[in-house]
């Protein structure tokens, strides 16, 4: 593949909103790279039975659709039509009122008039229109029906691929309609025909096959969590060891493999570590739930519940009371909407969470029985259960990030918040403008399985937004850490800041709580666990880091 | 190739100036049965028919999964309060919900939130450009004004349709023109009607993007309206028609004993007709959006999932991939590296799945 240049910021910056002079059902998209997520390799479709693996290209003419892929999409779009009411009262309901129009992030930061969300369903409506409206039959494309054909479907492709599932479109929809859930069926009838973004499939494949994204193997996964045990030990002198797959313990801890795979993310793995050695926590990982993301979930609603199903299933192997969950954006997502439904069942071989430090009975998670690292933080926080020295994060000056998941479809709000509160010092924390936080949070402009290098380009225009907002507080404020409780974000954000913003850094908040925590057999701090110097430890620590 | 905007613009002009015209001239050549009885029933029944058709199109489909739109904290730790708008922004339980729809089908909610985001030069930023958002309340009161002065036109002409009429319509009447400067009374509410449709026209006109995307489906309900409230305009204000005769009429549709007398003028026969043709257009357009907001999952919903299990009717078992795959790839190196496995590595291996 060729190396994708992103234009510098000042070229992006400049979006032009004029939509083009052509009806839209004239215009066609065009593929250059930097725009568009490659095809999905033949090999990964193969590994988990997903229909029509062949190796296609995206700007290539031919897309090697099977003969009678028509047939197939129209079948399909009837049947998802049969089993979801969402989608035929989102394709019957819209008035085109335009309100969600300048909510997308993609729109404001490509200024393509098909990312508006009202154009983007209608990409799908129009032939919903054509094959089972009357009116569309009768009046094509008078009634905004059209034709199925290549084009249409890799325009699907195209623009289904500019919807990171984020749902500030939903917020703001006088009728509650839902992009996210219209990108999600969308991908599911491509892939019906063997249509599939790589990014996503290897990652799903990798889950399926082996625990986690990343394609790590249980081995591989017990060295990552090991070393960043050894690191812990490094920096506090406190040894955080981890069990793997220990049956009898009391919670099973599940996270996204960004939280061990990379930085920053694995900063906030540290911070797990560390907390639950400060509480003696009874809690074991699994090399077999390894993975708390589901990107299964961005490709279809099945390939979520074969990937979520790991979840319960491993808790019932190891006989744990529940599950505690870690940062993340949408696997909270799929927890909290999708999870039990999934399991078509409370599963009652777990019991209803209770902290075993505070005794806290986590009666919102009575079915689901499983808490967010976040709640139960809070409630540790709450019944002063923590000792912190704050000073330890006196050199972050913080902005919080409401991950898109987490805020538009579970509601998580105030709990980051009241732990960033406690962690920092008085007066580090700064709230971005109101509309571009909480429910009206931007996306980071690269999640649901859009994080690839080769889609770079769009990725950065998509973030504009959420980076710009930051831009403000870094400006007014002297901002200089963006905190988030998402795996993705902190694996996409920190590539988008330092784009729009750089110097700025990306933080999980359980990293905070890692960096203030104070043991009583640790050792002096002198840097937090980045290995930087703590205010009043600068000298101390060489050249390199001077302020 | 035509020009999209113009074919999606002028096709449903040309169509609702064609039927007035066919209204009028029809009026006029003695075919009052048709305009005046055939038509307001025939679309009576298509407007109950196909209202209740959709909606059990509709409702034939399940909801799968339980997805509201959250816009607030949802319910956590006892300590962590919610104020009741939040509540209603994220709704805990029935009641919630409740207030929830109450609030978007009342209060337009929603809308009542939107904002409005531009690009603005900022030179001070190394990219040059600042996004700025803010709150936009026009299009909330334009869309509320048309909606709620439309309910009270309907409620006034009720008094075609009661025989005396009901009490609360006086008083609607007294209301709603006591800003008195004309003879007859001008009725606020048909002004303020007419002047929210004129604004949603003129948004989709000049907003480019609006423009871009708007459709025959959306500039002809519009049209329909403004011609529906200007003839009802002309009717009440200039050319004035025999209104016990109207009320004749209106009465003998209701009790279904329909006459036609003299003295009605061709210009009210084209406003019933476009009434009459609303009717019969409603199920079968984007106007569907009234009854449809109430079925909308991401709004009927309460976020309790982790509380109360949601079932979905088509839940199918599905093949995963199970722990003893994975140790059965694995155990050598899992042995190896200190994680527990089930099966010892000197058991035999194969025959376990």
């Avoid at chain 1, 570590?273 to 279809?300: C, M, P, Q, R």
């Avoid at chain 1, 409401?402 to 538009?408: L, V, Y």
């Avoid at chain 2, 001070?124 to 996004?131: I, Q, T």
């Amino acid at each position: 593949m060729a190396k994708v240049t992103v234009p510098k910021p000042q070229e992006l910056a400049k979006v032009n909103y004029q939509p083009p002079a052509k009806g839209w059902m004239d215009v066609k998209p065009e593929f250059r790279p930097g725009t568009y997520v490659n095809a999905a390799q033949p090999k990964w479709l193969e590994m988990i039975n997903y229909p029509y693996p062949r190796a296609w290209s995206v700007p290539d003419e031919d897309w090697k659709l099977p003969p009678d892929w028509k047939e197939i999409i129209l079948q399909q779009m009837e049947d998802r039509l049969s089993r979801f009411r969402s989608l035929k009262l989102f394709f019957d309901i819209c008035v085109r009122c335009g309100a969600c129009a300048d909510k997308c992030h993609f729109y404001l930061g490509t200024g393509d008039p098909k990312n508006m969300p009202v154009m983007r369903a209608e990409l799908l409506r129009s032939v919903y229109k054509r094959y089972f409206k009357p009116a569309g039959k009768f009046f094509g494309e008078l009634a905004g029906a059209r034709d199925l054909t290549e084009d249409v479907l890799k325009e699907w492709f195209y623009y289904l691929h500019q919807c990171t599932i984020c749902r500030r479109c939903s917020v703001f929809c006088p009728y509650g309609i839902d992009m996210a859930e219209m990108t999600l069926l969308g991908r599911e009838l491509l892939a019906s025909v063997g249509i599939n973004i790589d990014w996503a499939m290897a990652s799903v494949a990798s889950c399926y096959t082996k625990g986690s994204h990343i394609g790590a193997t249980p081995q591989a996964f017990k060295d990552m969590l090991d070393f960043l045990a050894e690191e812990n030990e490094r920096i506090t002198g406190v040894e955080t060891p981890v069990t793997y797959n220990r049956k009898g313990a009391e919670i099973l801890f599940i996270t996204p493999s960004g939280d061990y795979f990379a930085d920053p993310g694995s900063y906030t793995m540290m911070g797990y570590l560390l907390l639950f050695k400060y509480l003696d926590l009874d809690y074991t990982v699994s090399t077999y739930a390894a993975e708390g993301g589901n990107f299964g979930w961005f490709i279809s609603h099945e390939m979520g519940k074969r990937l979520n199903i790991k979840m319960y299933e491993e808790a019932k192997r190891l006989g744990v009371k529940w599950i505690l969950g870690g940062e993340c954006g949408h696997m909270w997502r799929v927890c909290n909407q999708y999870q039990t439904t999934y399991y078509g069942e409370s599963p009652s071989f777990l019991e209803v969470p209770k902290s075993p430090i505070t005794g806290t009975v986590f009666e919102n998670a009575r079915a689901h029985k499983m808490v967010h690292i976040s709640e139960f933080t809070a409630d540790l926080i709450h019944n002063n259960k923590l000792k912190f020295d704050v000073s330890r994060n006196e050199h972050i000056k913080l902005t919080f990030h409401d991950s898109c998941n987490p805020a538009r479809a579970m509601g998580i709000f105030e709990e980051p918040r009241y732990i960033i509160k406690n962690v920092l010092p008085e007066g580090h924390f700064f709230e971005m403008p109101p509309n571009t936080i909480r429910e009206k949070t931007f996306c980071c402009g690269s999640s649901a399985a859009l994080n690839a290098d080769e889609f770079m380009e769009t990725r950065m225009k998509g973030g504009f937004p959420r980076a710009n907002a930051v831009r403000h507080v870094a400006e007014k404020y002297g901002v200089n850490h963006l905190g988030c409780i998402c795996a993705l974000d902190r694996a996409t954000l920190p590539t988008l800041v330092n784009y729009w913003i750089p110097g700025m850094e990306v933080t999980g908040i359980t990293e905070l709580v890692g960096n203030a925590l104070v043991f009583p057999d640790e050792i002096e701090r002198t840097t937090d666990l980045r290995d930087r110097p703590l205010v009043g430890f600068e000298e101390a620590e060489g050249e390199e880091e001077a302020e | 190739m035509t020009d999209f905007f113009k074919m999606h613009f002028l096709v449903p002009l040309a169509a609702v100036l064609g039927l007035m015209a066919m209204a009028y001239f029809g009026a006029q050549a003695n075919l009052q049965w048709v305009f005046g009885v055939a038509a307001p029933y025939l679309s009576v029944l298509l407007f109950v028919e196909g209202l209740i058709y959709r909606i059990v199109y509709w409702a034939r489909s399940p909801v799968p999964f339980r997805i509201p739109t959250t816009c607030a904290q949802n319910r956590t730790l006892p300590w962590i309060e919610k104020t009741v708008g939040e509540k209603l922004d994220n709704p805990e339980k029935f009641s919630h919900v409740v207030g929830r729809m109450a609030l978007e089908v009342l209060a337009f909610r929603s809308l009542f939130r939107n904002t409005r985001t531009e690009l603005q030069k900022h030179p001070d930023y190394p990219e040059g450009a600042k996004l700025v958002h803010w709150s936009y309340k026009w299009l909330w009161f334009g869309a509320i004004a048309f909606h709620y002065a439309f309910l009270l036109v309907i409620l006034r002409h009720m008094r075609f349709f009661s025989e005396p009429a009901w009490g609360f319509i006086h008083r609607l009447e007294s209301v709603d023109g006591f800003v008195q400067f004309y003879v007859p009374v001008v009725y606020l509410t048909g002004v303020a009607m007419l002047a929210g449709l004129t604004y949603l026209l003129a948004r989709r006109l000049f907003n480019p993007g609006m423009r871009y995307l708007s459709l025959a489906a959306d500039y002809f309900p519009l049209f329909l309206l403004l011609s529906i409230g200007l003839t009802g305009f002309f009717l009440r204000y200039i050319y004035r028609t025999d209104v016990t005769a109207v009320k004749e009429l209106a009465m003998g549709l209701v009790t279904l004993h329909p006459v036609v007398p003299a003295g009605i003028s061709p210009l009210f026969f084209t406003h019933l007709f476009l009434v009459s043709v609303l009717f019969a257009y409603f199920p079968f357009s984007k106007l569907m959006h009234a009854p449809g907001v109430f079925l909308s999952p991401t709004r009927n919903m309460a976020n309790n999932n982790r509380w109360r299990l949601h079932v979905n009717p088509w839940n199918y078992p599905v093949k995963f991939h199970t722990y003893m795959d994975q140790e059965n790839e694995y155990r050598e190196a899992m042995v190896e590296a200190g994680i527990p496995v089930e099966i010892p590595l000197a058991a035999p291996v194969e025959e376990e799945k």
